[in-house]
């Protein structure tokens, strides 16, 4: 496995080289970490949104990356691609590819394959990386994406109505409960007012997990299971080797569907950049437009960013409810649902992983993946409230980051009958953790000015856990990154 995956990447280089030509400025990334904690395993902020290349225990890494640059205002269309491969040592070692892809762009409109990790926004303060679905936490699988790279202005509109977007399918190559399990995703944003200034963006995002292989109702389905996926259908009715019947996929919808939908509104000028966004998750009809009005679970969150301060350059304050689970319904005479709602975010009956690759949460990742013989069997907390905080900032020649969570955890919803009937008033909603079990997570870390004897950027962290969810710990962590050009127009140097 080591040689298979040092050959791809030696495979990339030179056919990136030879497809691009010498012109191409190809950059590299070295990054050595070494992590250690109080416990056995690592604090929340430590192993948190870093694509799922941190063991969640003492260990040392190091990720070596090359990619190319975009060009700028080229006017045919402009190849690119990437690849960074990752070791890590701890109570077992493990070599693996965290990206690898090629993609090709055309006027804003791009064509990607492989696994990239997307741009970080927020300046790396938010805990989803403003996105509820897709937060960085988890490593990737490899997907075929078209896009719409960035927000374009639509015809007569006088740059007052722009649109992006993506469509694409993935595959997921984990250890997990069905099989290469495959992931369409989806997304439509439409933004009015000017690149300046004040603008207001809604958005639609979609993800369905489709077709693989279960150990209990094998093959799920190829192009038409696909096509299901897409238009949102109901599919087949799933039948195993002994006769049992599952209408699941029939009577409700084909695959495992999350979306969410968002509301951002947007100001800026030279001095200054803020973002209010609002965001809510849903698995089924509870949360989509036409039932917006009842929705319960929301995110909040605010960021500013101070483009001439250096003490606090940027800031950012979140907001999670997830309680409700997209509410309930009682239909006591209802042969086949008597009981509607009850979300259970992240987590599916079918794919019994979830929403999940290589046992890390793929969204907000202040849910919790419940793992069985090193596979993830379901979702044991995905009832939250949190408060989270984020500070950036420059002091003297010190630059640093400090993150603050605050959480409520619930663990799962739990519909409890009280024994004297099968009414709607004879059902109420509790929680695996009743009364929540308080939880705080923090983080500061420090980059160093560079030093001239020291041919890398050197960074460390501390981060602490403090509540009744996780354990008591303190971690500490010490990070190398060299950078630089391994071809094109300048020699090797460093950031």
Do not use: C
């Amino acid at each position: 496995m080591y040689k298979k995956n040092l050959y791809l990447l030696i495979l990339l280089f030179a056919s990136g080289q030879t497809l691009f030509g010498q012109k191409k400025k190809v950059n590299y990334e070295t990054e050595i970490s070494a992590q250690v904690s109080s416990k056995s395993n690592l604090p929340f902020w430590m192993v948190t949104n870093k694509y799922g290349i941190v063991p969640d225990e003492n260990s040392g890494i190091a990720n070596f990356k090359i990619y190319s640059t975009p060009a700028k205002n080229i006017k045919g269309i402009d190849f690119n691609y990437g690849a960074s491969l990752v070791g890590s040592r701890a109570s077992e070692s493990k070599f693996f590819i965290d990206e690898l892809y090629v993609s090709a762009e055309w006027k804003k409109i791009s064509i990607n394959l492989g696994m990239q990790h997307r741009d970080v926004q927020f300046d790396g303060l938010s805990v989803t990386n403003n996105d509820l679905l897709y937060s960085g936490n988890a490593r990737m699988y490899p997907e075929l994406k078209f896009q719409l790279k960035e927000f374009i202005s639509l015809p007569f509109s006088n740059n007052w109505l722009w649109v992006k977007g993506s469509f694409g399918n993935g595959i997921m190559y984990d250890d997990r409960y069905v099989n290469h399990t495959n992931v369409h995703h989806k997304n439509a944003f439409l933004r009015i007012g000017k690149q300046d200034g004040l603008s207001f963006t809604i958005g639609l995002d979609h993800y369905a997990q489709w077709g693989g292989t279960s150990p209990k109702w094998g093959n799920l389905g190829g192009f038409d299971a696909f096509a299901d996926a897409v238009f949102v259908r109901g599919g087949k009715v799933l039948v195993d080797k002994n006769g049992n019947q599952s209408i699941n996929e029939s009577y409700n919808k084909s695959g495992n569907h999350i979306g969410q939908n968002m509301f951002e509104f947007s100001y800026s000028t030279s001095k200054i950049e803020s973002v209010l966004s609002f965001k809510n998750m849903y698995e089924d009809k509870s949360g989509d437009f036409k039932h917006i009005n009842k929705v319960k679970d929301w995110n909040m969150s605010f960021f500013l960013k101070f483009k001439e301060s250096k003490l606090i350059s940027s800031f950012i304050y979140e907001y999670y409810y997830t309680k409700d689970q997209g509410g309930y319904s009682i239909r006591p005479n209802h042969p086949i649902e008597p009981v509607i709602g009850f979300d259970g975010y992240f987590s599916n009956s079918i794919f019994q992983s979830g929403w999940t690759n290589h046992q890390r949460i793929i969204g907000l990742p202040l849910f919790t993946a419940s793992i069985n013989d090193g596979v993830v069997g379901g979702i044991s907390n995905n009832a939250v409230v949190a408060h989270h905080f984020g500070i950036t900032g420059v002091v003297g020649k010190f630059r640093y980051k400090t993150l603050l969570t605050f959480s409520e955890n619930y663990g799962r919803a739990l519909l409890v009958n009280d024994g004297q009937g099968n009414q709607e008033e004879n059902y109420s909603k509790s929680y695996t953790y009743p009364n929540g079990l308080s939880q705080q997570s923090y983080l500061m870390e420090v980059i160093f000015p560079r030093w001239k004897a020291v041919p890398f950027e050197v960074s460390t962290s501390i981060a602490v856990d403090r509540g009744k969810y996780l354990d008591n710990n303190i971690g500490f962590q010490i990070k190398l990154v060299k950078t630089g050009i391994l071809s094109g127009k300048k020699k090797l140097t460093n950031k």
